[in-house]
């Protein structure tokens, strides 16, 4: 395996840090998880220290997304078994019809914007 240069660091610790938070774990929680220093996680996922292989697979494992995702080997689109698509389901699940009509219709307009960007 190839040394990840920096900026592939910052990629992968961007990665890591928002599959943590949609994990809903705090940096001390995951570092606790994994048997580390909360520091650890936090200079990994600021990109500036490398990780394994090994740490990267136990990472994946945790944050239930797979080592392509956070490698951004993974491609941009989601497919209905993606853990992300899984936990929004599982959120739009807690609100009330009306709050999910609502969020359906900032949807629309996200994407009405972006359409003409």
Known sequence: MKKPQPKQRE???VRLREAR???????????????MHRPTVSEIEAGNRRVSAEELSRFAKMYDVSVAFLTG????????????????ARELQKLKPQEVDKLLRILSAMRASEQKS
Not at 21 to 35: E, T
Not at 76 to 83: A, G, R, S
């Open 11 to 13: 990629a992968i610790g």
């Open 73 to 88: 080997d993974a491609p941009e689109t989601l497919t209905t078994d993606d853990p992300k698509l899984q936990l929004a």
């Open 21 to 35: 938070k949609l994990a809903g774990l705090s940096q001390g929680q995951a570092a606790h998880l994994l048997d």
